[in-house]
């Protein structure tokens, strides 16, 4: 599925709205960004260059989570900030890339991108839980990119 098809099959409401659930229940940061390609770049040196990009690293807790999509690559790939590295056991993405990648296999999108973003809320609810002085930190909507930048 090409890029533009791949945007226009998602549910842009629900995802946004399975953020705002989760960012309710942790004091952590989520973000969904969706580009065509990694542009010749391996995927996961451009996850984290996207990540430092969207300002993900710059949250009190280091608690961010990115859920880095290259659509016409049918490739993703999940980051969190060491924060969250220094609390989680070490299987916990696999079992998320995991759960993803069979919705995204049987061209559930929204539905693979909803249940990543809610298990990465419930780990960290389990692990940054939320407090009345918690404040949104980063912006909740999907972010896009549709040409490569000098930094991807």
Same mark, same amino acid.
């Given at each position: 599925? %090409?890029?533009?098809?791949? &945007?226009?099959?998602?549910?842009?409401?629900?995802? &946004?709205?399975?953020?705002?659930?989760?960012?309710?229940?942790? /004091?952590?940061?989520? $973000?969904?960004? &969706?580009?065509? %390609?990694?542009?010749? #770049?391996?995927?996961?040196? &451009?996850?984290?260059?996207?990540?430092?990009?969207?300002?993900?690293?710059?949250?009190?807790?280091?608690? #961010?989570?990115?859920?880095?999509?290259?659509?016409?690559?049918? %490739?993703?790939?999940?980051?969190?900030?060491?924060?969250? +590295?220094? $609390? !989680? =056991?070490? *299987?916990?993405?696999?079992? !998320? !890339? /995991? $759960?993803?990648?069979?919705?995204?296999?049987?061209? @559930?999108?929204?539905?693979?991108? !909803?249940?990543?973003?809610?298990?990465?809320?419930?780990?960290?609810?389990? +692990?940054?839980?939320?407090? @009345?002085?918690?404040? *949104?930190?980063? =912006?909740?909507?999907? /972010?896009? /990119?549709?040409? =490569?930048? *000098?930094?991807?």
């Amino acid at each position: 599925m %090409k890029y533009k098809e791949f &945007v226009a099959s998602l549910d842009q409401l629900a995802i &946004v709205e399975a953020i705002k659930r989760a960012e309710h229940r942790c /004091s952590g940061e989520i $973000r969904v960004h &969706v580009q065509p %390609k990694s542009w010749g #770049g391996e995927i996961r040196q &451009v996850a984290q260059k996207t990540f430092e990009r969207l300002g993900m690293t710059k949250t009190a807790q280091r608690n #961010g989570i990115l859920l880095f999509i290259a659509a016409d690559e049918q %490739k993703f790939v999940i980051l969190g900030d060491q924060g969250i +590295h220094k $609390r !989680v =056991p070490p *299987d916990f993405w696999e079992k !998320v !890339v /995991s $759960r993803i990648g069979i919705s995204f296999r049987e061209g @559930r999108f929204t539905e693979g991108i !909803v249940a990543a973003i809610d298990d990465a809320g419930a780990l960290l609810e389990l +692990h940054f839980p939320y407090e @009345r002085t918690d404040v *949104d930190e980063l =912006p909740n909507e999907i /972010s896009f /990119s549709e040409e =490569p930048r *000098d930094d991807e």
